[in-house]
């Protein structure tokens, strides 16, 4: 079994779902797919790189994959405040609303 | 043996994950793919990163559940045979990690001991991380802050 083609199939499956969701928390959940792929990466290149390399990519990488995901939930969690959506479409129609409103 | 079926159940969940409606059981399949990732990486001998995934994965999922059940609308019924077609896509999609292989790279650096990579090799990358990391924590103090103001 291969690291590299898993993670690649990973990878995949969080682009897409990044591409053709629409709902916020999928788009999260599709960057989180996206950051495992990437960690799996890391644990992968753990031999070849000495175990210390190895270990350091990998603490800095769930390093920043915790910092992405904060932003993002509180991002989420405000604009459902705000607009009472999580729904990309959604979110685009009410800015449109409010413009031609203010055209109006 | 066992690394197959622990792979091809991550990709199945992965794509549960993605392809279901429901904002909760979104987030249950999610919790499955780190599990599974990280049983993964414990049978395949990275324990440090086991650990580290497993921490993370909790962490997240406990913040992504409250979330998603805030977040989540009334509650759709997946069908039987989505669901199933979603299975298959997901065996489908692992088969290339299980039969497929690349072969091995050549040892680049070895002997390098953790600190050593961590503060000889990526000192910027932890400090910019760090700065990061303290800007995020200074914003939240300072929102709160103007709120409690705002409030008052």
């Given amino acids: 079994m291969d690291y590299v083609i898993l993670s690649l199939v990973l990878l995949a499956i969080g682009i897409y779902g990044l591409l053709t969701k629409r709902d916020l928390l999928k788009v999260f959940v599709s960057v989180e797919l996206i950051a495992t792929a990437a960690t799996m990466n890391f644990v992968m290149l753990v031999p070849s790189l000495g175990k210390g390399l190895g270990e350091a990519f990998l603490v800095l990488a769930f390093a920043t994959d915790t910092c992405v995901s904060g932003v993002i939930l509180a991002l989420l969690v405000i604009v459902h405040k705000k607009y009472g959506t999580s729904d990309i479409s959604d979110l685009v129609k009410n800015e449109e609303n409010k413009k031609d409103e203010v055209e109006a | ?152």
């Fill in chain 2, 1 to 152: 043996m066992i690394l197959e079926l622990l792979s091809a159940g991550l990709v199945i969940s992965a794509c549960l994950a993605i392809f279901l409606d429901e904002a909760v059981y979104s987030v249950v399949a999610l919790a499955g793919t780190f599990f599974l990732t990280s049983m993964l990486y414990a049978l395949s001998g990275s324990i440090f990163a086991a650990v580290f995934q497993f921490a993370v994965g909790a962490g997240t999922l406990a913040i992504l559940f409250l979330s998603g059940e805030m977040l989540s609308e009334t509650p759709v019924k997946v069908p039987q045979k989505t669901l199933l077609s979603l299975v298959a896509v997901g065996v489908l999609l692992s088969l290339p990690a299980v039969f497929l292989s690349i072969s091995d790279q050549a040892t680049i650096f070895s002997g390098i001991t953790f600190e050593e990579a961590l503060w000889d090799l990526r000192a910027i990358d932890v400090v910019l991380q760090g700065f990061v990391i303290m800007t995020v924590a200074l914003g939240i103090v300072i929102i709160l802050h103007e709120k409690r103001k705002g409030g008052k």
